[in-house]
């Protein structure tokens, strides 16, 4: 004789979801910190693409503080080190209009920024037109001219991420 057990009950639960190594899991977000090779923007941009993501756009000060926090203290990449060594391209663009920012992935404009102060970026004008985490400047966005070499970071969305129906 076979016996069948069935347990019924729902929860409802909130979770961040997993990501696939070696892919790091914040929040409802997967990131890639590629470190292993530099890319000008649009390369860069095109491998995140093609790794099922796209460069990351920061959009709050908790994600930009995760970020910051693991290349200081997981990839133990000094902030104000050397100018351009351990700085990641972001997703972030003003290559349509001059001074009008906004995430490549989804057109949407700045929000959230943590632009450097100090040397009142972005100030590059029409020659730096596509922003990354400078190291240089303790993980502060900067402009930069597009061609430039650096690491980056893609972003995709966490495997089961979200509001979820258990039982």
């Known amino acids: 004789m076979i016996r069948l057990l069935v347990f019924c009950g729902v929860i409802v639960t ?41 460069l990351v756009e920061i959009e709050t000060s908790q994600e930009d503080h ?10 133990h990449i000094p902030p104000g080190g050397t100018f351009g060594n351990g700085s990641f391209w972001i997703g972030g663009t003003d290559m349509l209009v001059e001074g009008d920012w906004f995430w490549l992935s989804t057109r949407e404009k700045f ?26 400047l303790h993980f502060h966005w900067n402009d930069a001219e597009c061609h430039q070499l650096y ?14 129906v258990v039982g």
């Open 111 to 136: 929000v959230y920024t943590d632009w450097y102060a100090n040397t009142s970026e972005p100030n590059g004008g029409i020659n730096e037109n596509c922003a990354h985490l400078g190291s240089h």
């Open 14 to 54: 909130a979770f961040g979801g997993t990501c696939n190594t070696p892919w790091v899991n914040h929040a409802d977000s997967c990131y890639l910190f590629v470190t292993h090779l530099k890319e000008n923007w649009s390369e860069a941009v095109s491998m995140c693409t093609e790794l099922g993501g796209f």
């Open 151 to 164: 690491n980056f970071i893609c972003e995709s969305e966490a495997i089961g991420g979200g509001l979820g």
């Open 66 to 75: 995760f970020l910051k926090n693991y290349a200081i203290n997981k990839l």
